[in-house]
């Protein structure tokens, strides 16, 4: 009889579990008027936490491509000797916030630039190793884009280093308008969840209220308080994810078309847009579960602070 009553505890519990599930699956439907106001809120705000998020990661992406394109140019004094140019990238190496340095000898640079246009080949091609004006020179790779300008100034001061270009100017402001934008969308996905629970509390808590008579009984029966609030938080999953629908079908059609309208930039080859896959598939579960959450997070708090179950 023991081991009987043991197996059948399981059983028992996903049995309740199938019911609660049921009932709730069923309560959305028999409220539909207020259920549809809570998916329309979830909705509306899904989908703007949705756009918010694939802006936040995008800005970070061009944060980290920028960071890989941006080379700061090191051109050597014309004069320098051999040992005195290897002693230049020694200095450099011993500076903080240096990743990669690379040596670029003035025909290197030569022939890139005769590659570039015949105009240029035509032109070029007649100088030797002794009339050529370049220089030759350094292309260091920073760890810590936001101090370039600092070391880019630290290696101006090294003997030898004629000029130093890294495209100043533009990468800081870029940098930091990125930067500020990135806080600013995350901010928005913050501050929405906090608003979407607020406003999924209050809706529910009116359709709690419509129930009042039925969570009357179920107290008079003697049901836990986990037996009373436990269908709502069902229900509220469900909520989330039928709120999560038509903002997962606007990350997955959406992102794949804007994507491709703009060929996976924007302005610039330096602003490229993550890829599609696996991207909105990770952007979807993440509204999915979202939504989720905030319906189960939105339904218990109703229950608990507004019935004071």
Not at 5 to 12: C, D, F, I, L, Q
Not at 170 to 178: K, N
């Amino acid at each position: 009889m023991e081991i009987m009553r043991k197996e059948s505890m399981p059983m028992k519990a996903i049995r309740m579990l199938g019911r609660n599930i049921r009932d709730a699956f069923k309560s959305v439907f028999r409220n539909f008027s207020l259920s549809l106001a809570s998916i329309s809120c979830i909705t509306i705000t899904l989908i703007i936490v949705a756009v918010s998020l694939i802006a936040s990661l995008n800005v970070d992406n061009f944060t980290k491509v920028i960071k890989q394109d941006v080379t700061v140019v090191v051109f050597l004094d014309s004069d320098a000797t051999e040992k005195q140019v290897k002693q230049v990238k020694s200095d450099i190496e011993r500076l903080n916030n240096i990743e990669e340095i690379t040596f670029k000898s003035k025909d290197e640079t030569k022939k890139e630039i005769m590659e570039t246009d015949d105009v240029f080949k035509e032109t070029i091609a007649t100088w030797d190793d002794e009339d050529n004006p370049l220089k030759d020179s350094y292309l260091v790779k920073v760890e810590k884009l936001e101090d370039v300008s600092k070391t880019a100034e630290e290696i101006k001061k090294i003997d030898k280093v004629a000029v130093v270009k890294y495209g100043e100017g533009t990468v800081e402001q870029l940098v930091g308008t990125f930067n500020v934008v990135e806080k600013v969308m995350y901010s928005i996905v913050i501050a929405l969840v906090v608003v979407t629970i607020f406003l999924i509390i209050n809706t529910i808590k009116l359709t709690i209220f419509s129930r009042k008579r039925e969570i009357s009984i179920m107290r008079l029966v003697g049901a836990s308080n986990f037996s009373i609030k436990f269908p709502f938080v069902i229900e509220g999953m469900f909520l989330g994810i039928l709120g999560s629908i038509i903002p997962i079908l606007g990350v997955v059609f959406g992102y794949t078309t804007f994507y491709n309208h703009f060929s996976g930039r924007l302005f610039s080859p330096l602003i490229k847009l993550i890829k599609p896959e696996p991207f909105i598939l990770y952007i979807s579960l993440g509204v999915l579960l979202l939504g989720i959450v905030v319906g189960m997070i939105g339904s218990y708090q109703a229950v608990r602070k507004y019935l004071k179950v």
